[in-house]
């Protein structure tokens, strides 16, 4: 277990009790993190004031905030609307000084989208977690298009120098990654000619609904199996007004927790139910899961709905590889809720998890085993092999990892014995108001 938690203070542990009754309420959660990043990035590179509504309030879309704050676009908040004064795509001013990142691989990746596309020289640095994730899949399309960066590695910290004259290229995806795209797309609205990227896989799409929003010319083909995407350079983006919808990743854990606990009937209203972010939901469908979609409506260019989750007897199933993309930050908690299923949940194709916050499928692994929970990892494969009951008692490393953290924490509420994280700080990340919404249904949490 580590000595020293998030930011290098002390660890903050937290044990999960066992639900004496089932959670009952309905809620909200957080805006979601994806949209938020972008919204902020976006009213950056607009031209005049940007509004946001429900901007998620954690730590990584704060250091956006800072960062196109320190960049030249001030943004503030007012009441409940945060406001970004644009500069217009290039211009963007040179930092005083380097700019922190935090534990936020998406922050850092657009951003060097956004900075490529500037005459300015930008210092970027992170912390422990974000320090060891890899930037190579982000640093080679932008250094084709004209991006250089003073060291000759591919990690964080790193100086980077962007350029006024970018140049349009043809990329495809050798991973399946929205942050790499979007790193793309971004700097491809300042390149002189069409950037398209391609990907087998498609991968969340906000970019590209927000871009579209903003009024830059953005076109989405699918042809012979893969997407393309091509965005128009000389771009202009106008101001506009944004509503964040609920964070669908967040809700996975109020929406899990219901599930596992006998009772519980919840609903969590205002979630993004884009279909690039939904796999989560139609896995736990095929697994038997009480789950439905009410008052489907459109907010901001994308579709949310309110999720209602009843406590549901579970079974095992087969997750395919190619729905990992819409589910990649939902594997700790869909591997927590498969040890209460009845047979075995075969998890394919999880490579990527093992370059987030931390290596997950590691994490999740060994977290499992730490509560008594068998599970096999085969490559990129995890099977969880479910009793329809979890022993508990163990503590998990967190390693740095929000969701690690969260999955455990929903895990300890239906588990025998109660289950312990080592370290909850990193949850302000993503999710500062975990613990309070858990609570507010009913769950019991002890330091
Ligand atoms: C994100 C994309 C995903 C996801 C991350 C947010 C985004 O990462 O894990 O939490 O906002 O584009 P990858 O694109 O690297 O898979």
Known sequence: MSKSGAHGAPPQPLTAIKAAAGLKGTLRVPGDKSISHRALMFGALATGKTTIKGLLEAEDVLNTAKAVTALG?????????????????????????????????????????????????????GDASLSRRPMGRV????????????????????????????????YSLPVPSAQVKSAILIAGLMAAGETTVVEKEPTRDHTERMLRYFGA?????????????????????????????GDPSSAAFLICAALLVPGSDITVEGVLINETRTGLYTTLKDMGADISFLNEREEGGEPIADICARHSKLQG??????????????????????????????????????????????????????????????GDTLIVHGGGKVAGGGTVATHLDHRIAMAFLTMGLASDAPITVDDTAMIATSFPEFRGLMERLGATYEI
Request: charged letters at 25%.
């Open 217 to 245: 010319d953005v076109e989405t083909e699918r042809r012979d199996g893969l997407t393309r995407i091509t965005v128009h350079g000389d771009a202009e983006l106008e101001a506009r007004d944004v509503v964040v919808p």
């Open 73 to 125: 676009a001030p943004a503030t908040k007012s009441g409940d609307t945060w406001t970004v004064l644009g500069r217009g795509t290039g211009g963007l001013k040179q930092p005083e000084s380097p700019i922190d990142f935090g534990n936020s691989g998406t922050g850092t990746r657009l951003m060097m989208g956004v900075i490529a596309g500037h005459d300015i020289t930008v210092a970027m640095e």
């Open 139 to 170: 640093l080679k399309p932008l250094r084709q298009m004209g991006l250089l960066t003073r060291e000759d590695r591919d990690t964080l910290p790193l100086t980077v120098e962007g350029s006024s004259h970018l140049v349009p290229i043809e």
């Open 317 to 378: 199933v087969h997750v395919p590889a190619d729905r990992a993309p819409s589910m990649i930050d939902e594997y700790p908690v869909l591997a927590a809720v498969a040890g209460f299923a009845q047979g075995d949940t075969r998890m394919d194709g999880l490579a990527e998890l093992k370059v987030k916050e931390s290596d997950r499928l590691a994490a999740t692994a060994a977290g499992l085993a730490a509560n008594g929970v068998r599970a096999t990892v085969d």
